[in-house]
């Protein structure tokens, strides 16, 4: 199946420092400098560089609520600040809360959870923008496909997907 993004770029694979990176992450809303200036470096490589704004995978409300934080928004503010790019964590809003272990799930079955899981709440601000979708891990591209479907139906022009790593995803 076809991606609904332009193009996804990752620091690097899903494993050693990058795994405990993003797992930590998970635990606390901090990201080190030297994790920011790599992603940083990665968005500022064609396609990447050409995005107007940032947007972040948004959590679900419970989920959110369960985490305290979103941590796809604080990659998003660690590289809007280096890139001087507005960061929209209002936009783009996850309406399904989508179950926890999708990594016991197909590519299939993981399009399917989250199919209709995104929404545009204000389309005028990426309406013509080219926008950095930003999230922690990309899998099977699911998500972000889900998510980048969302923002092209509101208008965008384009999206790009930033993440820190790439997981190998293994067929079931």
């Known amino acids: 199946m076809a991606e609904e993004f332009t193009a996804a770029r990752a620091v690097g694979s899903y494993d050693g420092a990058l795994r405990a990176a993003v797992l930590e992450l998970k635990r606390t809303p901090k990201i080190g400098a030297r994790l920011a200036d790599l992603l940083t470096a990665v968005a500022r490589c ?6 107007t704004r940032i947007v972040a995978v ?13 941590q796809a928004e604080v990659i998003a503010r660690a590289v809007g600040k280096r890139l001087a790019l507005p960061v929209d964590e209002k936009s783009l809003v996850r309406l399904a809360h989508t179950p926890t272990y999708r990594s016991l799930m ?10 209709k899981a995104f929404a545009v709440a204000a389309p005028r601000l990426v309406q013509r923008e080219r926008i950095l979708l930003v999230d922690d891990v990309l899998t ?3 998500t972000a496909s889900a998510a980048a479907r969302a923002l092209l139906d509101a208008g965008a022009e384009a999206v790009y997907v930033l993440s820190i790593a790439r997981a190998a995803f293994v067929a079931r």
Do not use: I, K, M
Request: charged share 40%; glycine share 10%; with cysteine.
């Open 140 to 142: 099977t591209g699911a």
């Open 46 to 51: 064609e396609p990447l560089c050409l995005a």
């Open 58 to 70: 948004p959590l679900h409300v419970e989920r959110r609520r369960e985490r305290g934080f979103n």
């Open 106 to 115: 197909d590519a299939r079955a993981r399009r399917g959870s989250v199919e």
